[in-house]
């Protein structure tokens, strides 16, 4: 069982930044595990916006956040971050973070997630 508390989210306005974290509550992660973020916006599907394979440390974004959201991991806390700049209203959402053991496939675990607005 794996547990992941986010926090970080809040209200910012266009053009900001805000970092979001993740804690996995798990001590030894699987070798392949991938850690990623998603987001929901009201009245739209959750959609992938980046995520980081653990031990390469290899990253992958989504177009709609590639030079503008950085997701890094730090494995002595177990915790993985989304640092994202230049934010714009279009990223207002909830954002979720989840757990994967594989490199591929469906996530396996989530977040309770935590909003974030950005105001015009």
């Known amino acids: 069982q794996v547990q992941l508390v986010e926090s970080g989210g809040g209200l910012v306005q266009a053009g900001g930044s805000l970092s979001l974290s993740c804690v996995v509550s798990r001590r030894t992660l699987p070798r392949y595990t991938t850690m990623g973020w998603f987001r929901q916006a009201p009245g739209k599907e959750r959609e992938f916006v980046a995520s980081?394979?653990?031990?390469?440390?290899?990253?992958v974004y989504a177009d709609s956040v590639k030079g503008r959201f950085t997701i890094s991991r730090d494995n002595a806390k177990n915790t993985v971050h989304l640092q994202m700049n230049s934010l714009k209203p279009e990223d207002t959402a909830v954002y979720y973070c989840?757990?994967?053991?594989?490199?591929?496939?469906?996530?396996?675990?989530w977040g309770q997630g935590t909003q974030v607005t950005v105001s015009s």
């Open positions: 980081i394979f653990w031990s390469a440390g290899r990253t």
């Open positions: 989840a757990f994967r053991g594989s490199l591929v496939g469906d996530y396996d675990y």
